[in-house]
C-alpha cells in the first residue's frame, strides 16, 4: 500500500510539473509583443532573441524556450544551442505539424534535440495565433527532464527504490540507469501496463532483470506511465532486520 501511494504521489508530481509548463508555453504564446513582433516583416531575429531571453527567466519547469515561424525555421532558442540556427527546422516533426494543423498546445514524445547536439528532450509546443485565426509562428518549450528527475528522487523511499518513466510511445525518459533512456522497455511489464492505462501493484523485473515489488499508474493528460520499484532483495533484508530485532528484544527481556 506504501508503494502505491509513493507512485500516485508521483503521479501528481509529474502531472503538476507539466501542467506548469503548459500554462507557461500557452502566455509565451498569447503574448501581444510577440505576435507583434512576428506580424510584423521588420522584425529582427535579435529582437526574438531578447523577448525569449527575457521571458525564460521567469520559466520554472523548462530547460529551453524557442520560438519557430510557422513554416518551422528557427528563429530566436534560450539558451542558444550548439548547431547554427539557420539549419534548424522542425515541420516534419509531428508535433509541429500537429500544433499548426489544430491550432492547439501539443506535447512531443521523447524526441532528439535538433538544437543541442545528442540531447533528447520534451517540448511544450502553443501556436501564436492573429486575430484573424493564422497561425504566425509556434513557441516551444523544452521540458527540464532533470529537474523532474531531482524532484521525483526527493520521493524516495528505501536505499534502492526509483521511479522509471515512459511516454506515450513506450519509450523510457527517466530510470536509474541512463542507458535505458530512448529504449524500449523489455522486461518490466509493469511500465508498458501504467502506459497502457493501468494501475497496480505486482511482482516483477526491473529492465536490470531485477525482481522487485513494484507499483505503477497511468498519467492521462499524456498517456505516460509511471512505476515505482524496490528489489525484492531490500524489501527482505528490511523485513528480516525487523524480525531479527524483534527476536532479540522477546530473548532479552
Known sequence: KELQNRVEGAAKLVDAYLEDGIKYTNTI?????????????????????????ASYQSATTLKRLVI??????????????????????????????QAIKQQRTVIS????????????TIVIVAPVIDATGAVLGIVAGGIDISQLEDKLSALKFGSTGFF?????KKTIFIANNKD??????????SLIKAVEGYSGQVEGYSEQGDLSLQAYTHIPKLSWGIVAQQPISETFR???????????ITILS
Open 29 to 53: 504564446a498569447r503574448n501581444k509583443s510577440l505576435l507583434a513582433s512576428l506580424s510584423s516583416q521588420k522584425t529582427q531575429n535579435s529582437e526574438l532573441e531578447d523577448f525569449v531571453r
Open 68 to 97: 519557430f515561424d510557422n513554416l518551422g525555421n528557427l528563429l530566436a532558442s534560450y539558451p542558444k544551442g550548439d548547431i547554427e540556427a539557420a539549419t534548424v527546422n522542425v515541420s516534419d516533426r509531428e508535433y509541429f505539424k
Open 109 to 120: 514524445e521523447l524526441i532528439e534535440s535538433r538544437i543541442a547536439k545528442g540531447g533528447r
Open 164 to 168: 522509471a518513466l515512459a511516454d506515450n
Open 180 to 189: 535505458l533512456i530512448g529504449q524500449q522497455p523489455k522486461f518490466n511489464l
Open 238 to 248: 528490511g523485513s528480516s532486520l525487523i524480525s531479527f530485532t524483534i527476536f532479540l
